[in-house]
């Protein structure tokens, strides 16, 4: 009976076989699975706009003060609206929505492939979360996530407020109906049939908003609540 050496090659070989099957060297698949070098320049820009944090300018023009020296030390709305109220919470809600959503709208008309895509939904997130310019140190990348989403995917992203709102009805607590909600983002996208892609930012997506939120999360752990964070 012959043997069969096991070479280095070998599990590349089945991996390469299983992936032709898949169809992911068709010609659909590479053009999911890949993105041009000049989806470079959309994924910088995504940072890029992402870096230009609503919150901080909002409180540091109006107040003269650095937003993240209190609260929840966070850009985001929620810590701004401690500052300025319900029209400075609308308002940086609103601001961190558009940079997501503009950021999405430059690189589909600039022709990102969907590898791409995904990338500058990350980056923009990313760029709220780490902007360059305030020591990264910024924001949780909810209202910039849920905006890129709107473009990248809207029926993906009315399935998610559809399932927060409930949520939030009961508790009245946005970042709990948030921290419930964001680990079923990619299993919709699974279940919605979205290419690999898209699956994969979305898992990545998910990851990262519930590491920012991991301060909320402990509080609910120990059943304080999400204390408002």
């Not at 809207?154 to 508790?171: D, G, K, N, Q, R």
């Not at 996208?189 to 990262?208: V, W």
Request: net charge positive; aromatic share 10%.
């Amino acid at each position: 009976m012959a043997t069969v050496r096991a070479t280095p090659f070998a599990g590349a070989k089945a991996f390469v076989g299983v992936m032709r099957e898949g169809g992911f060297f068709t010609e659909k698949g590479l053009r999911v699975m890949s993105f041009l070098p000049a989806d470079t320049l959309y994924i910088v820009t995504g940072y890029a706009l992402g870096c230009l944090t609503t919150g901080y300018y909002l409180v540091r023009f109006l107040l003269g003060d650095d937003v993240r020296a209190s609260g929840s030390r966070s850009v985001g709305a929620t810590n701004v609206g401690r500052r300025l109220g319900r029209k400075g919470f609308l308002l940086t809600f609103a601001g961190d929505l558009a940079k997501g959503a503009l950021a999405l709208l430059l690189a589909e008309w600039g022709g990102c492939r969907e590898a791409g895509l995904a990338l500058v939904l990350l980056a923009v997130v990313s760029g709220h979360i780490w902007p360059a310019q305030l020591r990264f140190k910024g924001g949780k990348g909810v209202a910039t996530a849920l905006g890129g989403l709107i473009v990248y995917d809207p029926v993906l992203t009315l399935i998610i407020v559809a399932a927060c709102l409930p949520i939030y009805l009961v508790s009245k607590d946005r970042d709990l109906s948030g921290i419930v909600v964001f680990p079923l983002v990619p299993v919709a996208a699974l279940l919605l049939g979205r290419p690999f892609a898209t699956i994969a930012s979305c898992f990545a997506l998910a990851l990262l908003l519930l590491w920012t939120h991991r301060d909320n999360l402990a509080a609910l752990c120990r059943g304080g609540g999400t204390g408002g964070r």
